[in-house]
């Protein structure tokens, strides 16, 4: 993966000393943060959007509508905004970035007062 000016430029593979060969890719996942391939640094969030997803579907699945929305909200807080956070303060957001994790929120949002 490359990142700078010449990103998108094309690249021969590289052999490793045992004849593996190592493919050029469009992002890595490092430290759980999934880096992108640009002419700037660049993070995906499309991850952490499906991870926080998984895991607020997960709760809300087990308690539902048993539990008040008090005990879902600070579950959500507790467990799942920090999914969806990970990692953020080292990658740069744009307005669209953050947009789109505030959809993500107010679905759940959305989801627990029943408000579609």
């Given at each position: 993966?490359?990142?700078g ?26 430290l ?28 809300f699945g ?52 029943n408000?579609?």
């Amino acid at each position: 993966m490359r990142v700078g000016p010449c990103f998108n430029a094309k690249c021969n593979n590289i052999i490793t000393a045992e004849g593996h060969e190592l493919t050029w890719v469009d992002n890595i996942r490092y430290l759980g943060v999934y880096v992108t391939a640009a002419r700037t640094f660049n993070c995906s969030i499309h991850n952490a959007k499906r991870s926080f997803y998984r895991a607020f579907n997960a709760i809300f699945g087990k308690v539902g509508r048993v539990a008040s929305e008090d005990v879902v909200m600070e579950l959500l807080k507790t467990k799942c905004l920090s999914i969806l956070y990970y990692g953020f303060e080292a990658c740069p957001l744009n307005k669209s970035h953050i947009h789109s994790l505030e959809f993500a929120l107010n679905s759940c949002l959305r989801k627990i007062f029943n408000t579609r």
